[in-house]
Protein backbone atom coordinates (compact mmCIF):
# COMPACT_ATOMS: atom_id res chain seq x y z
CA UNK A 1 0.00 0.00 0.00
CA UNK A 2 1.54 3.30 -0.92
CA UNK A 3 2.45 5.53 2.17
CA UNK A 4 0.84 8.48 3.15
CA UNK A 5 3.81 10.78 2.44
CA UNK A 6 5.40 10.71 -1.13
CA UNK A 7 8.90 8.08 -1.15
CA UNK A 8 10.05 10.14 -4.04
CA UNK A 9 9.55 13.24 -5.70
CA UNK A 10 9.58 13.27 -9.96
CA UNK A 11 8.74 15.82 -12.38
CA UNK A 12 7.41 14.85 -15.93
CA UNK A 13 8.68 16.16 -19.45
CA UNK A 14 4.42 17.15 -20.44
CA UNK A 15 3.83 21.28 -20.32
CA UNK A 16 3.56 22.47 -17.02
CA UNK A 17 0.34 23.09 -17.52
CA UNK A 18 -0.66 19.80 -17.49
CA UNK A 19 0.92 17.88 -15.08
CA UNK A 20 2.86 19.68 -11.88
CA UNK A 21 4.76 16.63 -11.31
CA UNK A 22 4.35 13.23 -10.28
CA UNK A 23 4.29 12.19 -6.90
CA UNK A 24 4.86 8.64 -7.40
CA UNK A 25 4.37 5.84 -9.59
CA UNK A 26 5.84 2.94 -7.99
CA UNK A 27 4.87 -0.60 -6.16
CA UNK A 28 0.92 -0.17 -5.60
CA UNK A 29 0.36 3.17 -5.73
CA UNK A 30 0.51 6.23 -8.16
CA UNK A 31 -0.45 10.05 -7.49
CA UNK A 32 -0.61 13.00 -9.57
CA UNK A 33 -1.12 16.88 -8.70
CA UNK A 34 -2.90 19.07 -12.03
CA UNK A 35 -3.18 22.52 -11.83
CA UNK A 36 -7.01 24.10 -12.01
CA UNK A 37 -6.85 24.14 -15.94
CA UNK A 38 -9.50 22.26 -18.30
CA UNK A 39 -6.22 20.21 -19.76
CA UNK A 40 -5.94 18.88 -16.75
CA UNK A 41 -9.33 16.47 -17.62
CA UNK A 42 -7.41 15.12 -20.32
CA UNK A 43 -4.34 14.73 -18.69
CA UNK A 44 -5.79 12.85 -15.84
CA UNK A 45 -7.54 10.34 -18.09
CA UNK A 46 -4.17 9.78 -20.20
CA UNK A 47 -2.11 9.31 -17.18
CA UNK A 48 -4.64 7.08 -15.21
CA UNK A 49 -5.10 5.01 -18.54
CA UNK A 50 -1.43 4.55 -18.63
CA UNK A 51 -0.87 3.44 -15.31
CA UNK A 52 -3.73 0.67 -15.45
CA UNK A 53 -1.95 -0.32 -18.49
CA UNK A 54 1.36 -1.05 -16.90
CA UNK A 55 -0.16 -2.73 -13.76
CA UNK A 56 -1.78 -4.85 -16.12
CA UNK A 57 -5.88 -3.59 -15.56
CA UNK A 58 -6.36 -2.18 -18.97
CA UNK A 59 -9.98 -3.63 -18.50
CA UNK A 60 -10.68 -0.85 -15.98
CA UNK A 61 -9.17 1.60 -17.50
CA UNK A 62 -12.02 2.99 -19.69
CA UNK A 63 -14.40 3.24 -16.97
CA UNK A 64 -11.26 4.33 -14.17
CA UNK A 65 -10.60 7.34 -16.77
CA UNK A 66 -14.36 8.38 -17.45
CA UNK A 67 -14.89 8.49 -13.33
CA UNK A 68 -11.95 10.59 -12.69
CA UNK A 69 -12.88 12.57 -15.47
CA UNK A 70 -15.69 13.30 -13.87
CA UNK A 71 -14.21 13.95 -10.57
CA UNK A 72 -11.52 16.32 -12.00
CA UNK A 73 -14.44 18.31 -13.66
CA UNK A 74 -15.76 18.84 -10.69
CA UNK A 75 -13.13 19.93 -8.89
CA UNK A 76 -12.52 22.28 -11.77
CA UNK A 77 -16.34 23.51 -11.66
CA UNK A 78 -16.14 24.51 -7.83
CA UNK A 79 -12.92 24.68 -6.25
CA UNK A 80 -9.91 26.56 -7.07
CA UNK A 81 -6.55 25.27 -7.13
CA UNK A 82 -4.12 22.06 -7.36
CA UNK A 83 -6.00 18.40 -8.20
CA UNK A 84 -4.87 15.46 -7.11
CA UNK A 85 -5.26 12.20 -8.54
CA UNK A 86 -4.30 8.68 -6.58
CA UNK A 87 -4.65 4.76 -7.84
CA UNK A 88 -3.67 2.37 -5.28
CA UNK A 89 -3.90 -1.35 -5.10
CA UNK A 90 -4.20 -1.95 -1.30
CA UNK A 91 -2.27 -4.91 0.58
CA UNK A 92 -4.61 -7.36 1.62
CA UNK A 93 -7.43 -6.47 -1.11
CA UNK A 94 -5.88 -7.89 -4.43
CA UNK A 95 -9.41 -7.78 -6.35
CA UNK A 96 -9.92 -3.90 -5.76
CA UNK A 97 -8.58 -0.77 -7.06
CA UNK A 98 -9.01 2.49 -4.95
CA UNK A 99 -9.25 5.56 -6.91
CA UNK A 100 -9.10 9.54 -5.46
CA UNK A 101 -9.53 12.62 -6.18
CA UNK A 102 -8.71 15.49 -4.18
CA UNK A 103 -8.95 19.29 -4.26
CA UNK A 104 -8.58 22.23 -1.90
CA UNK A 105 -12.44 22.77 -1.61
CA UNK A 106 -13.51 21.41 1.70
CA UNK A 107 -17.24 20.93 0.76
CA UNK A 108 -18.16 17.81 -0.32
CA UNK A 109 -19.75 17.26 -3.39
CA UNK A 110 -23.93 16.29 -3.31
CA UNK A 111 -25.13 14.19 -5.45
CA UNK A 112 -28.24 15.41 -7.16
CA UNK A 113 -30.92 13.94 -9.73
CA UNK A 114 -30.25 15.71 -13.37
CA UNK A 115 -33.51 16.36 -14.85
CA UNK A 116 -33.31 15.96 -18.77
CA UNK A 117 -32.44 19.26 -20.37
CA UNK A 118 -29.88 20.09 -17.81
CA UNK A 119 -26.48 19.78 -18.84
CA UNK A 120 -24.49 18.80 -15.86
CA UNK A 121 -25.28 17.04 -12.80
CA UNK A 122 -24.60 13.73 -13.27
CA UNK A 123 -21.08 12.81 -12.61
CA UNK A 124 -21.65 11.64 -9.50
CA UNK A 125 -24.84 9.23 -10.31
CA UNK A 126 -21.99 7.84 -12.66
CA UNK A 127 -19.70 7.41 -10.10
CA UNK A 128 -22.23 6.07 -7.27
CA UNK A 129 -23.46 3.55 -10.27
CA UNK A 130 -20.43 2.60 -11.94
CA UNK A 131 -18.15 1.93 -9.17
CA UNK A 132 -18.25 -0.63 -5.77
CA UNK A 133 -17.78 1.61 -3.39
CA UNK A 134 -17.35 5.63 -2.94
CA UNK A 135 -17.50 8.38 -0.94
CA UNK A 136 -16.03 11.23 0.05
CA UNK A 137 -13.33 12.39 3.21
CA UNK A 138 -11.98 15.23 4.58
CA UNK A 139 -8.19 16.22 4.15
CA UNK A 140 -6.09 18.87 5.66
CA UNK A 141 -6.72 20.87 3.06
CA UNK A 142 -9.85 20.71 1.07
CA UNK A 143 -11.22 17.36 0.63
CA UNK A 144 -11.08 13.73 -1.29
CA UNK A 145 -13.78 11.93 -3.08
CA UNK A 146 -13.09 8.29 -3.85
CA UNK A 147 -14.36 5.05 -5.54
CA UNK A 148 -13.83 1.42 -5.54
CA UNK A 149 -13.46 -0.51 -8.61
CA UNK A 150 -13.64 -4.02 -8.90
CA UNK A 151 -10.47 -5.58 -10.10
CA UNK A 152 -11.76 -8.94 -12.59
CA UNK A 153 -9.95 -11.99 -11.46
Do not use: Y
Not at 21 to 50: H, K, L
Not at 52 to 74: F, I, M, P, Q, Y
Not at 90 to 103: C, K, N, R
Amino acid sequence: MCPLTPRKRTWVSWPARDVIGVIDTEGDCAEWTFPADPGAVRSARAVVRGQLRDWGLDSLADLAALLVSELVTNSLRHARGPIGVRLVRPAGLGGVLLVEVSDPLPDPPRERVARPEDESGRGLQLVAHSSRRWGTRPGEAGKTVWFELAVPG
